[in-house]
DNA sequence: TCAATTTGACCCCGG
DNA sequence: CCCGGGGTCAAATTG
């Protein structure tokens, strides 16, 4: 409890589990709202103190230690700018090959500018789905479906290349079952085809959530078994993977108040989201609802005591590992401690 | 009334 | 240049 108020920072840890990310955020405490004696920083300096000492409520320092701790200040915020780049980018790679639709977090690679479209594009393009000469198509083993991974260049005809991100997946389904072929809730369909090679149509979805997101998914039967459909994604989403309806219900409405702790399960993997600043404790897990049957499966042990146990365990080793936190979180209790 | 889906027409590209 | 097919648009339809 005693480390709900101490750390400034939002640490973000992210570990494999079977097949799904999942994706840990410690949002550990709030900044102190009052000013920390400054006999109590004569030890290591957190971030925290350097800020607070930075905006000026340290009025006996010099110019020269204020500028010192600028120069400090941001330098660990371009580092932290760094860190959070590259997890974000490691984890848009792990979604890529893990997530059956690639609705996870954009890479950090996706900010490059495209290249300009070549010669022969339409107009209306839509197709500025394609930013490299990668083409990337896996078929995952989704269920009982056939799988394999295969990539493909494309490059341009003017030599350049463009990136494009496909991704086609296999899902063997009870034939009854439209739920994938009609595709609602996050994906908006556009349109439908039916193609010379196959007589069942193909319908092509565009994400929902964001109009100037060009992420497209196309879905069909397949020709060959009407059990299984092929799901072809293109592109990336432009937007973070919004969260569901309820997926994140405020902690007042939980049982017992606030809740610490909670999961929130989307195609591109669980999130844990853990707000120590909020009493209480436990894991929630909360809507599995369109998971994959891999993911609910996921979702039960990440509710399982046994994980939850192990999390904690996993917690406690890399908190009390961390020099920065134990010194934030020693000053805290500094801070905490009646002035006697 | 409004949002989502359907569906015929149109556009673009490759052969 | 023509034609066929895939992909997209947008008006009509539906819930």
């Known amino acids: 409890p005693p480390a709900r108020t101490v750390a400034e920072a939002c640490m973000c840890c992210f570990w494999t589990m079977d097949t799904a990310p999942v994706c840990l955020d410690l949002m550990v405490g709030r900044p102190m709202d009052h000013e920390p004696s400054r006999a109590r920083c004569t030890g290591t300096r957190t971030e925290a103190d350097v800020a607070s000492s930075a905006c000026g409520r340290a009025p006996s320092m010099t110019n020269d230690e204020a500028k010192i701790l600028e120069a400090k200040l941001a330098q660990v915020s371009e580092e ?99 739920s994938l072929v009609s595709a609602k809730s996050q994906w908006r369909k556009y349109g439908q085809k039916v193609t010379r090679d196959n007589p069942s149509p193909r319908a092509y979805f565009r994400c ?30 432009n937007h973070p993977h919004p969260t569901r309806a309820g997926e994140l219900p405020s902690c007042a409405t939980q049982g017992g108040g606030s809740v610490p702790c909670s999961i929130s399960i989307n195609s591109s993997g669980p999130t844990i989201t853990l707000d120590l600043t909020k009493n209480g404790g436990g894991v929630q897990v909360v809507d599995a609802g369109e998971a994959q049957p891999d993911m609910k499966k996921v979702c039960r042990e990440v509710a399982s005591p046994e994980f939850q146990r192990a999390l904690v365990e996993q917690m406690a080793r890399e908190l009390t590992g961390d020099q920065k936190f134990t010194d934030a979180l020693a000053a805290a209790i500094l801070r905490k401690l009646p002035d006697y």
């Open 208 to 237: 929902a959530f964001a109009p100037s997101c060009r992420v497209k998914k196309k879905v069909q039967r397949s020709a060959e078994d009407s059990s299984v459909v092929e799901a072809t994604y293109e592109g990336e989403h």
């Open 80 to 178: 932290n700018r760094k860190l959070t780049e590259m997890i974000a980018y490691l984890y848009g790679n792990q979604v890529s090959r893990q997530s059956p639709d690639g609705e996870g977090q954009p890479r950090a690679s996706t900010a490059a500018s495209p290249t300009p479209p070549a010669s022969k594009k339409r107009s209306r393009d839509s197709m500025d789905t394609s930013h490299s000469c990668d083409v990337e198509i896996s078929n995952r083993n989704v269920g009982t479906g056939e799988a394999e991974h295969v990539d493909v260049d494309s490059p341009l005809s003017n030599g350049t290349c463009r990136r494009i991100k496909v991704k086609k997946v296999c899902t063997r389904i009870d034939p009854s079952d439209t």
